[in-house]
């Protein structure tokens, strides 16, 4: 194994294909959601099945918001990525005052804790990204990791 790598927002639409990447690459995935329970997830699975081939995350390593809050980073922590974040697009929801406020704390608050995480941890992560967006495939993150430079890194196989 190559390392930890905590995936805030791991359960989600981008999130989801973050963390099967990098179990693809040997990395053990840590996923940060709102809630430690995978079950309230399987029927949303479920559905994104009959859409297309999506499996549930393999990574079975939960952590609440607040465990991290709380806890700081899990030790062998290599990298932390957050994806976390409502979807601004959402069909279903008007864009009221109430939730641009949601839109604005499901990626500001997250990363603003996640940074303090990282301040407080002993061992800091050799890198740590925030992406949100509508897409995302393996050919694009493997593209962007390599194509910019994090301290002395070039790419996520330097972690």
Avoid: C
């Avoid at 791991?10 to 990447?21: L, P």
């Avoid at 996640?114 to 002993?122: D, E, F, G, M, Q």
């Avoid at 493997?142 to 910019?148: E, L, T, Y």
Wanted: aromatic share 8%; charged share 25%; glycine share 10%.
């Amino acid at each position: 194994m190559k390392g930890r790598i905590l995936v805030g927002g791991g359960t989600g639409f981008i999130g989801q294909e973050a963390v099967g990447v990098f179990e693809q690459l040997g990395y053990e995935v840590m996923i940060i959601g709102r809630k430690k329970k995978t079950s309230t997830m399987d029927g949303r699975f479920e559905l994104l099945k009959l859409l297309k081939d999506v499996d549930p995350p393999k990574s079975q390593n939960l952590k609440t918001w607040i465990d991290i809050e709380e806890d700081g980073l899990p030790s062998g922590t290599v990298a932390v990525v957050n994806t976390a974040g409502q979807n601004v697009l959402d069909p279903l929801r008007r864009w009221s005052p109430g939730f641009r406020q949601n839109v604005y704390n499901s990626r500001v608050n997250t990363n603003h804790l996640l940074a303090k995480a990282i301040i407080k941890s002993k061992f800091k992560p050799k890198a740590f990204v925030h992406m949100s967006g509508v897409g995302f495939t393996h050919q694009v993150l493997v593209f962007r990791m390599r194509a910019v430079k994090v301290a002395s890194m070039t790419s996520w196989q330097d972690l």
